[in-house]
C-alpha cells in the first residue's frame, strides 16, 4: 500500500513543477482520484458492494449455465466497480448504461464523419494502437489520445483493485468451502 | 454566396477584403467540430509523451523496470495486452466466484465471510 501511495506522491510532484496549467491541474486530481482505487478503505467499499450484488445474482434464477453465471457475476462485478467510480470518468458511465442504453445507441450510428484531416490527432504508427486501446476500454472508441490515456490509467487502476478484491472474496470462499467448520478463525489482520 | 458563407464560419468578418475570402473560410481555429489540426499537434505531442511516460509506471513492475525510457509505440502495446490480461484474470476469477457461490448454500458461511471481510 505503501508503494502506491508514494508512486501518486512522485507522481505528484513530478507534476508539480510543470507549468501549471488548467489542463494539468485537472489531471493532478485525475492522478489523486486514481490513487484512491489503491487504498484499503476503497477496496473494502468495493468487496462488500460486489458480495451484495453476488447474493442477488445467486437468488435469481435467471442464469442456469454455468457459463451464464459466470457473465453474470462479472457483469454485477464491472457494475459494482462502475459505481465506485462515482461517475468522474467515462468507462465507468459507460458499463452502467450499457445495460438500457444499447438499443438507443444503435439507433444513433449514423452521425456524419468528421474530414480526415480533423480526425487525426496523433501520428499515423499511434493511431493504430490508439484504436485498438480505445476498443478495450468501454465507452472510450472514438476518444483522442491525450482524454483516451487518463481514461486508461484510471480503469487500469480499477481493474487492479477488482483483481485484489475479487482474488480475496475467491480464497475466503473456497476456505470456507473446504472446511464449513462454525467456529472461524480468526481472521488474519489485512495486509493489502 | 455570402450565405453558404456565413453557413460554415460566421465569425469571419464581412470587413474582409473579397480575395481572402478563400482562405478566410477554411477551417479556422475556433471551436467548431473541426479541431485545429496542426496547431494541436505541436502543442499535444508533449501531452502525449508525458501521458505516455505516466501509463509507464501503471504498468506491472516487472516490464518497468527493464524498459527505461520505451518508445510510445510500444508502450501502448504492452498496455494494451496488460488490459486485456487483466480482463482475462477477471473472467477467470469471475467463473471461480460462480463455481464457489453455487456451491455454498448455507448462509451462516456467507454472514460469516461478509464479517470477516467488512470492517467491525
Known amino acids: 500500500m505503501a508503494d502506491g501511495e508514494m508512486t501518486a506522491k512522485e507522481r505528484k510532484r513530478k507534476r508539480g513543477t510543470e507549468s501549471s496549467s488548467s489542463s494539468s491541474a485537472a489531471a493532478a486530481a485525475a492522478e489523486e482520484e486514481e490513487a484512491k482505487w489503491r487504498t484499503e478503505g476503497e477496496q473494502r467499499t468495493y468487496s462488500s458492494r460486489l458480495i451484495a450484488a453476488l447474493r442477488r445474482v445467486r437468488s435469481s434464477a435467471a442464469a442456469p449455465t454455468d457459463r451464464a453465471r459466470s457473465r453474470a457475476l462479472r457483469e454485477a462485478a464491472d457494475r459494482a466497480l462502475a459505481v465506485s467510480a462515482r461517475g468522474r470518468t467515462r468507462w465507468s458511465r459507460a458499463i452502467l448504461l450499457s445495460g438500457k442504453a444499447r438499443s438507443l445507441k444503435r439507433s444513433r450510428v449514423l452521425r456524419p464523419k468528421p474530414p480526415a484531416a480533423a480526425s487525426k490527432s496523433s501520428r499515423p504508427p499511434l493511431e493504430k494502437k490508439t484504436r485498438v486501446l480505445g476498443r478495450l476500454v468501454p465507452g472510450c472508441r472514438k476518444l483522442p489520445l491525450p482524454s483516451l490515456l487518463e481514461e486508461v490509467s484510471d480503469y487500469i487502476a480499477a481493474l487492479q483493485m477488482q483483481v485484489r478484491a475479487m482474488s480475496a472474496i475467491t480464497e475466503v470462499l473456497s476456505a470456507a468451502n473446504a472446511a464449513p467448520s462454525p467456529p472461524p478463525p480468526p481472521p488474519p489482520p489485512q495486509t493489502m | ?120
Not at chain 2, 53 to 58: E, F, G, I, Y
Request: hydrophobic share 35%; proline share 3%; net charge positive.
Open chain 2, 1 to 120: 454566396m455570402g450565405g453558404k458563407h456565413r453557413r460554415i464560419g460566421g465569425e469571419v468578418g464581412w470587413r474582409v477584403g473579397s480575395s481572402s475570402f478563400a482562405t478566410a473560410f477554411r477551417p479556422f481555429p475556433s471551436r467548431s467540430r473541426f479541431k485545429m489540426s496542426s496547431r494541436r499537434n505541436r502543442v499535444s505531442e508533449e501531452e502525449i509523451n508525458e501521458l505516455i511516460s505516466k501509463l509507464q509506471s501503471l504498468l506491472p513492475e516487472t516490464r518497468r523496470r527493464g524498459a527505461g525510457r520505451a518508445s510510445a509505440a510500444k508502450l501502448l502495446k504492452e498496455t494494451c495486452s496488460y488490459i486485456r490480461s487483466l480482463n482475462r484474470e477477471v473472467d477467470d476469477l469471475s467463473d471461480r466466484l460462480s463455481g464457489l457461490m453455487a456451491t455454498l448454500d448455507s448462509n451462516s458461511a456467507e454472514a460469516e465471510i461478509i464479517r470477516s471481510l467488512l470492517p467491525s
